[in-house]
């Protein structure tokens, strides 16, 4: 199971940081204050913070592997340069990490660049690049 997914507008269900159910939500209430409920073991956390990507931090510190975060970054060309210069990745379709991180809605699969060899783009989406520049200090992705 992925560790989180958006199921509504800043309504998120993922793993329960006490009991590791399923059964976790985090939601978020007009005056910034987040909290995460687990349905299986009661936990109930409360918390106000700036914004969502704060949030989505304290309660599912980075929730993608070492090599999706090389991956990311060598989508926006982050791995040899200072700034964002491109957003696309081609691999296959079915690409295991691809699809985890469109999943969790930080990618997504752009259909039309489908190539003769089975080949997709994947893109960052913009809560993507912007979660992505939350966990990396001091790089500044909004070119896109």
């Known amino acids: ?3 989180y ?3 509504a507008h800043h309504v998120i269900r993922g793993k329960c940081n006490k009991c590791d159910g399923i059964k976790s939500y985090m939601t978020c209430e007009e005056n910034g204050i987040y909290q995460l409920s687990c349905k299986s073991c009661g936990l109930n956390i409360s918390a106000k913070f700036e914004n969502w990507y704060e949030a989505m ?3 599912w510190p980075y929730p993608f592997s070492d090599t999706q975060k090389r991956l990311m970054l060598h989508c926006l060309g ?3 340069s200072d700034h964002a210069y491109r957003n696309y ?3 296959y379709d079915d690409d295991y990490c691809w699809s985890y991180l469109v999943n969790l809605g930080f990618a997504y699969r752009s259909f039309e660049t489908v190539s003769k060899d089975g080949l997709n783009h994947f893109k960052i989406t913009k809560c993507g690049q912007e979660f992505l520049q939350s ?3 001091n790089t500044n ?3 896109f």
């Open 1 to 3: 199971m992925k560790t």
């Open 57 to 59: 931090n304290y309660f």
């Open 78 to 80: 982050l791995d040899y």
């Open 135 to 137: 966990q990396l200090l």
């Open 141 to 143: 992705l909004s070119a």
């Open 89 to 91: 990745y081609e691999t």
């Open 5 to 7: 997914e958006i199921i």
